[in-house]
């Protein structure tokens, strides 16, 4: 069984930075894409960005660019989402997922989420 665990979530003022990680467990190995998704109140999911199994790939979706940077630690199983000059629209349930096909909204993994609250 594979688990995933997200932490680093809180309430933070606009300008703030925070740092999210999600630590995987179980039959996961360094060979699983990883990635972050978020949901803001009364909207869709949507993909905020991956990493591939040796980090040599990533993703950060086009509106996002510039503030937040995915990384990954394999040696912990842990993938992080560096998130600078956070904006009351990033306010969202932030949800890490691994393998499957991530850009395609279908990783194989889901965390449970941590929210995230920015406040003007």
């Known amino acids: 069984q594979v688990q995933l665990v997200e932490s680093g979530g809180g309430l933070v003022q606009a300008g703030d930075s925070l740092k999210l990680s999600c630590a995987a467990s179980?039959?996961?190995?360094?060979?699983?894409?990883m990635g972050w998704f978020r949901q803001p109140p009364n909207k869709e999911r949507e993909y905020v960005a991956g990493?591939?199994?040796?980090?040599?790939?990533?993703y950060v979706a086009v509106s996002l660019k510039g503030r937040f940077t995915i990384s990954r630690d394999n040696g912990n199983s842990t993938v992080y989402l560096q998130m600078n000059d956070l904006r009351p629209e990033d306010t969202a349930v932030y949800y890490c997922?691994?393998?499957?096909?991530?850009?395609?909204?279908?990783?194989?993994?889901w965390g449970q989420g941590t929210q995230v609250t920015v406040s003007s």
């Open positions: 179980g039959r996961i190995g360094s060979g699983f894409p």
């Open positions: 990493i591939n199994r040796n980090s040599l790939s990533t």
């Open positions: 997922a691994a393998g499957g096909r991530l850009g395609e909204g279908a990783p194989e993994y």
